[in-house]
């Protein structure tokens, strides 16, 4: 039986990313770039002033700050989108708004307040401190070079990211595609919404929990619905799902006579890669690939759907759909307070659904228990989840432990 690190390392390896398109700017929000950005002109794009008051010359900068009155006349008012007839020399000065570009030969820029006004055309300067070279002015360039990388291939856009796109010009941007994930739900025990419940069904919950957390992570789900544990409606509707990029199942991965993940891959001819992980819940997770897609056939309990889905399906998902992985030795993990007790167990990793508050200012994991197998209280409430390595036997309420956060894609 694999571990994590080595199952999740075997399907990292076996996926590939998904192609790329163009798509406009005010679309962009949350993609993910397939080239890498250079900028194609400085920014800011000229030397402007970043208050209004008056651009100064060099000169009368430093005589001023010796606390001398140094009387100015005021040849031009500048406001922001317009550009400047006349050029500062010692004794004369432009009035400037914010964003107006800097005049010709001025070396700084006098906030408005600090200066008093000796009549139509002349201000007299008065500083409460000394003025520095520049000083309220943003220099051409000093945020970004012409031909800088801005963003790398891979990066996730935010709103400042797309801001920054914005502001050099770019209208469309390459990005990766959304990877389409199909996802079956079976047991016979199931039915999906919509249909009349008799004793003993229960409503499909998990498949609806695996569409939405397909959305979070940027794929696009392809439902294939809830089907019975009949092998050869099961095969059916996974051929079906083949014009997605990847399949996600549930339930049927034990060994027991109604499980039938492993006879139903030999029959389809799925490479398995994947038979078992040493993790609790989730050991009978198992992953191979059909016709060159990857297929994840996850356990239908709702927290151990969840718990492999976050741990070993997302990181290959997050892969196919380009996103650069930036992280550190402990990968996505971090350590944080413990609000419970916990306890590991021998030779597996153990997971525990947790709920991550903040307690004094620090974040803390508090476990959620006393959940019945097959519950979904605990996955309605988590969070996160609290990562016990194997080995490790007990930890006490107060002490640190590594957790995850759900919706994070670091």
Known sequence: ?????????????????????????????????????????????????????????????????????????????????????????????IRVMTGAPLPPGAGAVVRDEDTSHGGKNTALVLLEKPVGPMENVARAGESVRRGDLVLRKGTTLRPGNIGVLASLGFRELKVFRRPEIAVLSTGSELVDLGEGLSLGKIFASSFYVLLAKLRECGCTPVPLGVVGDEQDRIRERIRSGLVA?????????????????????????????????????????????????????LPGSPSASIVTFEELVKPVLLKMGGKRRDQGPNGR???????????????????????IVVEDGRLTAVPIAGEPRGSLGAVTYANGMIVLPAGESEVLPGQKVWARLFGLDI
């Not at 029959?267 to 191979?288: I, K, T």
């Not at 993990?333 to 709920?355: A, F, P, W």
């Open 245 to 297: 990029d990847g399949i996600i199942t549930t339930g049927g991965t034990g060994h027991g006579g109604s499980d039938w993940v492993r006879p139903a891959y030999r029959e389809m001819a799925v490479g398995r890669r994947v038979d078992g992980v040493a993790m609790s819940p989730g050991r009978s997770f198992v992953f191979g690939l059909l016709e060159g897609r990857p297929v994840f056939a």
């Open 333 to 355: 993990t971090v350590k944080i307070d413990l609000g419970g007790r916990v306890r590991g167990r021998n030779g597996v990793q153990r997971y525990v659904l947790s709920r």
């Open 1 to 93: 039986m694999l571990s994590v690190e080595e199952a999740l390392n075997c399907m990292l390896d076996s996926v590939s990313q998904v192609g790329s398109e163009l798509i406009p700017l005010t679309a962009a929000l949350g993609r993910v770039l397939a080239v890498d950005m250079a900028a194609p002109a400085d920014l800011p794009r000229f030397s402007h002033a970043t208050v209004d008051g008056f651009a100064i010359h060099s000169q009368d900068a430093e005589q001023a700050s010796k606390g001398k009155r140094i009387p100015l006349k005021v040849i031009e008012t500048v406001p922001a989108g317009s550009s400047c007839r006349g050029a500062v020399k010692p004794g004369v000065t």
